[in-house]
């Protein structure tokens, strides 16, 4: 299983992206993506929901 995480910084808030994914010998088993939005002042952080 690898996990990846990207963040990328803004002025009032950074979003950061968790990327997880499992393979084996025939391909891909799963991938899940996480998006988590941080505000920068107060550290809280929310996960966005699909639309």
Request: neutral net charge; charged residues 25%.
């Amino acid at each position: 299983m690898e996990t990846k995480t990207t963040t990328i910084r803004g002025l009032a808030f950074d979003v950061v992206v968790i990327e997880t994914s499992h393979q084996d010998e025939r391909g891909v088993l799963f991938y899940l993506a996480v998006v988590v939005i941080r505000e920068r002042k107060t550290g809280i952080e929310r996960v966005t929901a699909p639309t």
